[in-house]
């Protein structure tokens, strides 16, 4: 039997896509390509970058092409692209040269039986999984990923700042998140921390609202979601590592690539934190800026626009 971190995995492989607006990095694997890369990432040509179809992918995309541009590399931006399976194929293929990608899930669609949990197991087995033709680089610290997040007031009335700290009075708590969010966790939840709820609702994107509101008093709420700051809640630290991690890492078509690429792109992820992607992410979906003009930001003020 899988582990915990395990299921998780092999189940992301069944999530759908996003579209636009915010958009959940964890579901990107089985939509209808909203475009179509063309093209060839060969050495020598431009380097051609996707995304998926969502925004934080798209801005992940724009910061990766201007940070390129701005060391006097060719770049051809293709973004929307659709499903990681037409994603990855496109990668592989050498139609794309580059796509910001998260590990965990990655590492589900190639290896579904993953037990790897951690950022370095993760990054470890991406290294000895991946085919010949595609390459990982430097993983950035920022992490778009699953939490179980409540309201500070409940924070300091019920003295919670872990999980484990949950599992002592969640039978009296309502729990909210994705339709599909009971079936998917109750029994790991249970297993692993000894979490039990008194009540699941199916409470979808309005998962953070609801926590603000009241109408439930924990739920599923991804770290990149600017109503995090907005509702200002508090994500319960996940110490036992339920919820693997999803660090944003840039996948390569090796031929395409060269080492200036390599070391520009390495120079992002150093660089790149979950609080400045949530920040990033308030800015589009709630300012509406552009993510090229968020992008652009971002790569001034760390020195690398």
């Known amino acids: 039997m899988f582990s915990a971190a395990a299921m998780l995995l092999s189940a992301t492989l069944a999530l759908s896509a996003c579209g636009g607006g915010?958009?959940?990095p964890l579901q990107t694997t089985s939509a209808v390509p909203t475009g179509s890369a063309t093209g060839s990432a060969a050495a020598g040509g431009?380097?051609?970058?996707g995304s998926f179809d969502f925004d934080e992918s798209v801005l992940l995309g724009s910061?990766?092409?201007?940070?390129l541009e701005a060391k006097g590399v060719q770049v051809e931006e293709k973004p929307r692209i659709g499903s990681r399976e037409v994603v990855y194929d496109q990668v592989k293929s050498g139609g794309?040269?580059?796509?910001?990608?998260?590990?965990?899930?990655l590492l589900a669609f190639i290896d579904?039986?993953?037990?790897?949990?951690?950022?370095?197991?993760?990054?470890?087995?991406?290294?000895?999984?991946?085919?010949?033709?595609?390459?990982?680089?430097?993983?950035?610290a920022a992490e778009d990923k699953d939490t179980l997040s409540v309201t500070k007031d409940t924070q300091t009335k019920q003295s919670l700042t872990t999980m484990e700290d949950l599992a002592k009075v969640s039978k009296g708590m309502i729990v909210g998140g994705p339709p599909e969010f009971k079936k998917r966790w109750e029994?790991?939840?249970?297993?692993?921390?000894?979490?039990?709820?008194?009540?699941?609702?199916?409470?979808?994107p309005t998962t953070a609202d609801a926590i603000k509101d009241g109408s439930i008093q924990v739920g599923n709420v991804f770290s990149t979601d600017p109503k995090i700051t907005?509702?200002?809640?508090?994500?319960?630290?996940?110490?036992?590592?339920?919820?693997?991690?999803?660090?944003?890492?840039?996948?390569?078509?090796?031929?395409?690539?060269?080492?200036?690429?390599?070391?520009?792109?390495?120079?992002?992820?150093?660089?790149?934190?979950?609080?400045?992607?949530?920040e990033m992410m308030q800015?589009?979906?709630?300012?509406?800026?552009?993510?090229?003009?968020?992008?652009?930001?971002w790569l001034t003020a760390n020195g690398l626009g």
């Open 230 to 278: 907005a509702n200002d809640l508090v994500p319960l630290e996940d110490t036992k590592n339920i919820f693997p991690a999803q660090n944003v890492t840039p996948l390569l078509y090796k031929a395409g690539a060269t080492d200036t690429v390599r070391t520009t792109l390495n120079g992002v992820s150093a660089k790149l934190t979950t609080e400045g992607l949530l």
């Open 112 to 140: 579904p039986a993953t037990t790897a949990a951690t950022t370095e197991e993760i990054n470890t087995a991406l290294k000895e999984k991946l085919p010949a033709e595609l390459e990982v680089l430097d993983a950035a």
């Open 187 to 204: 029994t790991r939840f249970k297993d692993v921390y000894g979490i039990e709820f008194k009540q699941w609702k199916p409470t979808g």
């Open 96 to 105: 794309l040269t580059l796509v910001p990608e998260y590990n965990g899930n």
């Open 283 to 297: 800015k589009i979906s709630v300012n509406k800026d552009e993510p090229a003009t968020v992008a652009k930001e």
């Open 22 to 24: 915010g958009g959940n």
């Open 63 to 67: 910061i990766y092409a201007q940070a």
């Open 46 to 49: 431009p380097v051609v970058i």
